[in-house]
């Protein structure tokens, strides 16, 4: 399974981003964000069809996740950025039919390299 994340750069506090993230199959997809000095952190999950869907409390109402299985990509839509938020941002996938979203790095078996958030304030 190949991830390619993008959508990543600059926005001032408040603003939005979609980032994007092309994967070679269905699977469980995940968000996850580490910023520096700090631990990785989940940020959003999807299952398989769509049906299932996990977030943060921290990005909860928010971000929104989701997928286009016909496009093989899954999209990070984040609104009122805050500058805690900047990060990079990692997505990760699962091969394999589940109708759970993954909250763990744990669960995720490959992993893309990235694309970076800065929210300025």
């Known amino acids: 399974v190949q991830l390619q994340a993008s959508g990543g750069g600059l926005v001032q506090a408040g603003g939005s981003l979609r980032l994007s993230c092309a994967t070679s199959s269905s699977s469980v997809m995940g968000w996850f964000r580490q910023a520096p000095g700090k631990e990785r952190e989940f940020v959003a999950a999807?299952?398989?069809?769509?049906?299932?869907?996990s977030y943060a409390d921290s990005v909860k109402g928010r971000f929104t996740i989701s997928r286009d299985n016909a496009k093989n990509t899954v999209y990070l839509q984040m609104n009122s950025l805050k500058s805690e938020d900047t990060a990079k941002y990692y997505c990760?996938?699962?091969?394999?039919?589940?109708?759970?979203?993954?909250?763990?790095?744990?669960?995720?078996?490959?992993w893309g390299q990235g694309t970076l958030v800065t929210v300025s304030s």
């Open positions: 999807i299952s398989g069809s769509g049906g299932s869907v």
């Open positions: 990760a996938a699962t091969p394999g039919y589940s109708n759970r979203a993954y909250r763990t790095p744990q669960e995720y078996e490959f």
